[in-house]
């Protein structure tokens, strides 16, 4: 057993997909765009050009911290944050630093565990460098379409002390974004990008923090968040056992290697040299604004999944199933109210949707509810017809008669389905397999 424990926090980046940027009219719908199509003055930064927030941006980052239990600030501000780097135009970056719209926040996982969450602030994309081989020479080139896009920075505590924990985290975190339909949340495209800070303890007081801390930047897939920190876990255990301390930098991973590599020296906020953004008026809210903006979210997938269990008598699994996407959700309560008129029940479209892996962007609802209503017909079969099949069938089989006299029980659903072959349509099971039992006992 390790001597170290791992101190993890989190730094999850949040592309909102509201139609413009944040502090400008280009479209924010960039992906796959030509670069450098969705730009202007603001977005380029330009000499004398002027940043106007967005304000469903900043509504929407406020509904995330609200669905992160945090406390909103009703008095907000956006802060210059400055550094150079070629994908940052203007010098700086425009976010929040002191007062971000959320703080003191929490997610609870399903068995109980809660992360707490440091704060939840709004700040403008940067732009995205291309390394490309050009006539032979290495090139960087950038492209601003993604500068200024709006982007929800989430910071946790240093809550986690495993990788699991932090996929679990994350799932849930992505869960609830996309619950929210604030953002798309796709990895692959970007929308979401995790950044964890790892360190190594030996302090068996937790709250006291490692002197260093190791952040690696713009991961963007579970699994790989994973290989990352159990990679640093290792690397910085066998830095720590040489006597020397992990330098506090920003590292890359790299997912073909399977490995992080050092980027820059990890900065200070005193670096930075936070400053209040002059050409933006502070944020204020009142109460019945953030009131109204509680009001306004959805039911999330836990509140959810509790009332599928209690309110159409689905086992947990099932409404854990059902909820995990919204849009899947949705079209199962729809499918129950109009199975209604068809006496279709909660349970048999649920049971339809997960047994089948029914595809639910693909099956329209009358579609799902007259299929199920139909294989639930029960037909009936005159009896004669059916005590021929049933004689027809023992006789044909006689090895599996022997068979279930000498005790082998489950034989009796082969001959339930050789007579249900035979009859052609649904009848009732159970008369069928009592009706086979009774012949094979009268000619024993």
């Not at 329209?364 to 027809?392: F, G, M, R, W, Y």
Request: net charge neutral; charged share 25%; with cysteine.
């Amino acid at each position: 057993m390790s001597k170290y424990t791992p101190i993890i926090g989190l730094e999850v980046h949040v592309e909102l997909k509201t139609k413009s940027k944040m502090f400008c009219s280009c479209s924010a719908d960039y992906f796959g765009a030509e670069p450098n199509t969705h730009t202007c003055p603001v977005c380029l930064g330009l000499p004398g050009a002027l940043p106007v927030p967005n304000k469903t941006a900043i509504e929407w980052c406020i509904k995330i911290a609200l669905a992160l239990n945090c406390e909103i600030n009703l008095f907000s501000k956006f802060d210059r944050k400055n550094y150079f780097y070629p994908d940052l135009p203007k010098g700086y970056q425009i976010s929040q630093y002191d007062l971000p719209f959320g703080k003191n926040g929490h997610i609870t996982l399903k068995d109980g565990r809660r992360f707490g969450i440091t704060r939840v602030h709004m700040e403008e994309d940067t732009g995205k460098l291309m390394h490309q081989d050009i006539n032979g020479v290495r090139t960087s080139l950038v492209d601003f379409n993604r500068s200024s896009v709006p982007l929800v920075e989430i910071v946790t505590e240093p809550d986690f002390h495993n990788s699991a924990d932090v996929k679990e985290y994350l799932q849930s975190l992505q869960q609830i974004v996309r619950y929210l339909e604030v953002s798309n949340a796709n990895m692959d495209k970007g929308d979401m990008r995790l950044e964890p800070n790892i360190s190594l303890s030996t302090n068996p007081d937790l709250t006291k923090l490692p002197n260093y801390k190791v952040e690696v930047k713009n991961i963007n897939s579970f699994r790989f968040v994973e290989k990352a920190i159990e990679y640093e876990l290792k690397r910085q255990e066998k830095i720590l056992e040489s006597g020397q301390t992990p330098p506090q930098e920003t590292r890359g991973w790299n997912d073909v290697k399977n490995l992080t590599f050092s980027q820059r020296i990890k900065e200070e906020a005193n670096d930075y040299r936070y400053f209040p953004e002059p050409d933006i008026t502070p944020i204020t809210h009142t109460k019945e604004q953030i009131s109204t903006l509680r009001d306004s979210l959805p039911e999330l997938q836990d509140k959810k999944s509790i009332r599928f269990t209690n309110d159409h008598g689905l086992p947990i699994n099932d409404a854990e199933i059902l909820t995990r996407e919204k849009s899947l959700a949705d079209y199962f309560e729809k499918a129950v109210a109009h199975g209604a008129s068809y006496n279709v029940s909660s349970r048999q479209i649920a049971n339809a949707i997960i047994n089948k892996k029914l595809n639910h962007l693909e099956i329209t609802l009358e579609n799902l509810v007259s299929n199920i209503a139909k294989e639930a017909v029960i037909q009936t079969i005159d009896d004669s017809e059916l005590a021929s099949i049933i004689t027809k069938v023992l006789t044909d089989n006689p090895k599996a008669v022997e068979d279930y006299k000498a005790g082998k029980e489950s034989v009796i659903m082969f001959l339930v389905g050789q007579c249900m072959r035979a009859i052609g349509k649904k009848v009732n099971v159970q008369i069928i397999t009592n009706l086979i039992k009774n012949q094979i006992q009268k000619n024993a």
